[in-house]
C-alpha cells in the first residue's frame, strides 16, 4: 500500500498528510476566522497507513447519560432509548462533551473563498492530472481498488485454490466454499447462491480453480449490477444538499473532503457545513479539507446547534450560487438517541428552507464493522432516511463481501467505496470492476 499512500505533485505542494482529527488545534476563539492563518500549520499529519487510527473503539461505548450538550434540545417521538439500541450501533461511543461551557451560539463564520487560491488549487489538480498521468496509469484506480482489496481477495483466492485444485467437485467442497463465502460477510443467501452456481452441472467432475473465479466473479457482479449507481448532482437544485451520516469513525468528513475534491476538479462550486458540533477538532478536521479544496466552510463554534447551522449553510450556499452544499454531522453525541434525535432535526429545518432537501443522504459505512453495518442500515434509515452508502476502509477488512450482502438486504443504490485514507482512494462504486477485483481476476 506503500505506493497509494505517496503524495502526488497536489498532496506535495499542499503537504497532503494523513486526517488526524483529534490532534487538531483547538477551537478557534469566538469571532475569529474560521480557518487558520496558517494554513500549512493546521494541516494533518503524514498517513501513518495504519486504521487502527481512526478506527472507533465499538467495543467501549456505552449508554451513560452525559449532561445533553446544548445542540440537543428535544427527544423526538419513536427514537429508541439509549439502552434500547442494538450494540453494534455502539460505534457511536460516548465521549464527554470537550467543553461543557461551550460558547453559545454565533453566527456561522463562513471563510472568505480566496480567489487567487481556489484558481491556483484547480490549477494544480489540472496539472496533476497531466503530469501525474503516467504513474495514474500505472497504479490508477483499478490498482487502487486491487489493492484495497487484496485482503478479502487473497483470503476468497487462497481458500479457492486449496478447495478446487486437483480435486472432484462434491457436496463437502461446495459447503466449504460456501463457509468462506460466509466468512468474508457474503451472508448466508448468496454464499449458497455462488455455491450452487459452481457445483451446477459440474458434480463428481474437476473444475479449475479460474473457473471458480470466473464464476464467483459473475454472481458478485450480478447482485451488485442494481445498486452500482452513481450519485447524480441535479443541477436544477442550487445548491445540491448532500447530508453525510454515519456512525463515528465511519468516514463521513473524509469523504466529503474527497468528494469536494472531485466535485471541484469537475468544475463544481462547493460549500461545507460543519455540522459535527459536538468535537471541536472535528469542526477543524472539515475547515482542513477547505483549504485543500477550496471550498468555503460554514462553522460555528464548538456546541453550537446543528440544525440552525446546516439552516444558516444552506442559506449561505443560496446566496453564493453554491453548486453544492455538503453537510457534516456527528458520529456520536451523549447518547445514541440524541444522535438520532438531532439527524431528524437537521432534516426538519433545512426543510423548512428547502422542501426538496436533502437532496441526497448518503451514508457513510466503515467496512471492518462487518454485519454490524446491517443494522446502521436499519437505523440511520429511520432517522434521516437514507437515498445511498458509501462503503469505507475496504482496505482494512477480507470481509469485502458485505457490499453484497447490504445489496440483497436493502437495495440502496452504492454510490461510492473507499479503498484508503488518501484523497484520491474513493471512487464511484462499479459492479463489474468490484467483482473481478474481489474474486483475484484482472480487470475485464
Ligand atoms: N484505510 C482507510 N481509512 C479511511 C477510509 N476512509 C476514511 N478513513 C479513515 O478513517 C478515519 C475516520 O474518518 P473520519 O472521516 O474522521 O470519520 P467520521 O465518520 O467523520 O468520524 P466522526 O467525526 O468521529 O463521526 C480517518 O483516520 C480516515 O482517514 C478508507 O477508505 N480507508
Ligand atoms: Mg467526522
Redesign the pocket.
Same mark, same amino acid.
Given at each position: 500500500m506503500s505506493d497509494t499512500n505517496k503524495p502526488g505533485w497536489f498532496g506535495r505542494l499542499f503537504g497532503r498528510k494523513?486526517?488526524?482529527?483529534d490532534e487538531a488545534p483547538a477551537d478557534a476563539p469566538a469571532g475569529a476566522p474560521a480557518v487558520s492563518p496558517d494554513p500549512a500549520g493546521a494541516m494533518p499529519t503524514e498517513p501513518t497507513g495504519t486504521?487502527s487510527?481512526?478506527v472507533?473503539d465499538f467495543a467501549a461505548a456505552a449508554d451513560d447519560v452525559l449532561p445533553a450538550p446544548p445542540t440537543v434540545t428535544e427527544a423526538s417521538p419513536g427514537t429508541e432509548a439509549a439502552h434500547d439500541l442494538p450494540d453494534e450501533l455502539a460505534g457511536a461511543d460516548l465521549e464527554p462533551v470537550e467543553d461543557a461551557e461551550a460558547p453559545a451560539p454565533e453566527a456561522p463564520a463562513i471563510q472568505p473563498i480566496d480567489a487567487a487560491a481556489v484558481l491556483s488549487a484547480e490549477a494544480v489538480l489540472a496539472a496533476e492530472a497531466v503530469q501525474g498521468g503516467e504513474a495514474v496509469e500505472k497504479r490508477g484506480w483499478w490498482g487502487r481498488l486491487t489493492g484495497g482489496l487484496k485482503r478479502t481477495s487473497s483470503a476468497l483466492s487462497d481458500r479457492v485454490t486449496g478447495l478446487f485444485t486437483k480435486r472432484k467437485l462434491d457436496a463437502d467442497t461446495l459447503e466449504e466454499l460456501e463457509d468462506a463465502l460466509i466468512q468474508a460477510d457474503f451472508g448466508v443467501e448468496t454464499a449458497t447462491r455462488i455455491a450452487e452456481a459452481v457445483g451446477k452441472g459440474r458434480y463428481e467432475k474437476g473444475i479449475a480453480p479460474d473457473e471458480v473465479r470466473a464464476i464467483l466473479a459473475s454472481e458478485v457482479e450480478r447482485a451488485l449490477d442494481p445498486v452500482a449507481l452513481p450519485l447524480t448532482i441535479d443541477a436544477g437544485h442550487k445548491p445540491f444538499v448532500i447530508l453525510m451520516i454515519?456512525?463515528?469513525? *465511519?468516514? !463521513?468528513? $473524509?469523504?466529503i473532503g474527497k468528494l469536494a475534491q472531485k466535485f471541484r476538479a469537475q468544475g463544481r462550486t462547493v460549500m461545507l457545513a460543519a455540522g %459535527?458540533t459536538f468535537?471541536a477538532a *472535528?469542526i477543524e478536521?472539515l475547515k482542513v479539507w477547505g483549504e485543500r479544496t477550496g471550498a468555503p466552510v460554514v462553522a460555528r463554534p464548538q456546541g453550537a446547534d446543528a440544525a440552525g447551522l446546516a439552516y444558516d449553510a444552506l442559506e449561505a450556499a443560496r446566496e453564493a450560487g453554491t453548486d453544492i452544499l455538503m453537510i457534516?454531522t *456527528?458520529?456520536?453525541l451523549q447518547n445514541k438517541a440524541g444522535l438520532m434525535a438531532e439527524l431528524e432535526k437537521v432534516v426538519r429545518v433545512i426543510t423548512k428552507l428547502e422542501p426538496t432537501a436533502p437532496h441526497a443522504v448518503l451514508l457513510?459505512l466503515d467496512a471492518t464493522v462487518g454485519q454490524n453495518a446491517l443494522s446502521q442500515v436499519e437505523l440511520f434509515r429511520q432517522s434521516a432516511g437514507v437515498t445511498g452508502l458509501v462503503m $469505507? !476502509?475496504? %482496505?482494512?477488512t477480507a470481509r469485502g463481501g458485505i457490499l453484497v450482502a447490504l445489496a440483497a438486504r436493502f437495495g440502496l443504490p452504492v454510490h461510492f467505496i473507499?479503498?484508503?485514507?488518501g484523497v484520491d %482512494?474513493?471512487e464511484p462504486f462499479a459492479a463489474r470492476d468490484f467483482a473481478r477485483a474481489i474474486a483475484g481476476l484482472e480487470k475485464g
Open positions: 494523513a486526517e488526524t482529527p486504521l487510527e481512526g472507533p454515519g456512525v463515528n469513525g *465511519a468516514g !463521513k468528513t $473524509t469523504t %459535527d468535537r *472535528a478536521q457534516d *456527528a458520529g456520536r457513510v $469505507t !476502509k475496504l %482496505d482494512g473507499g479503498v484508503g485514507e %482512494d474513493l
